[in-house]
C-alpha cells in the first residue's frame, strides 16, 4: 500500500499531452481506486497484430510522442518501469495522439554529493 501511495503522488505530477492523466483516487477497506482520463482505441500491440505493421510516417510520429512522454518524465527525476507496446494507447485507433498509460512510475531519488 506505501508503494502504491508513492505511485499516486507521482501520478499528481504529471501533466504531458501524450501521458494519461490522472484524476484522484478512493480508498476503500478493500481496495484503491485510481481515476484516470478514459482512452479510446487500441492499445499499440492489439493494433499491430489487427492491421500489420505501420507505415514509416506513421511509425515515427508514434515514437516521437512516446519519445516526448518519456523525456519529459525523465527530466522530472521520473521513470516508467513497464513501457511496452500494452501500454502505449493510440487514441480513436488513430496515429495521433499516442498515450503512454503512466502506471508503475518511480521517482528517482537524486542524492547529492559534496
Known amino acids: 500500500m506505501i508503494q502504491l501511495k508513492k505511485e499516486i503522488e507521482v501520478l499528481r505530477a ?3 499531452c501524450n501521458i494519461v492523466s490522472y484524476y484522484e483516487y478512493f480508498e476503500t477497506k478493500d481496495s484503491v481506486i485510481v481515476v484516470m482520463e478514459r482512452c479510446k482505441g ?3 500491440f492489439e493494433y499491430i ?3 500489420g505493421p505501420f507505415q514509416e510516417d506513421a511509425a515515427k510520429g508514434i515514437i516521437r510522442q512516446i519519445l516526448s512522454a518519456v523525456a519529459y518524465l525523465h527530466m522530472r ?9 500494452e501500454n502505449i494507447i493510440l487514441c480513436n485507433n ?7 498509460l ?3 512510475l518511480t521517482h528517482l531519488l537524486v ?3 559534496t
Open 14 to 16: 504529471v501533466n504531458h
Open 77 to 85: 527525476g521520473v521513470i516508467h518501469r513497464d513501457i511496452k507496446a
Open 111 to 113: 542524492l547529492a554529493t
Open 94 to 100: 488513430r496515429y495521433l495522439p499516442t498515450y503512454l
Open 49 to 51: 497484430l489487427d492491421h
Open 42 to 44: 487500441d492499445d499499440l
Open 102 to 104: 503512466a502506471y508503475q
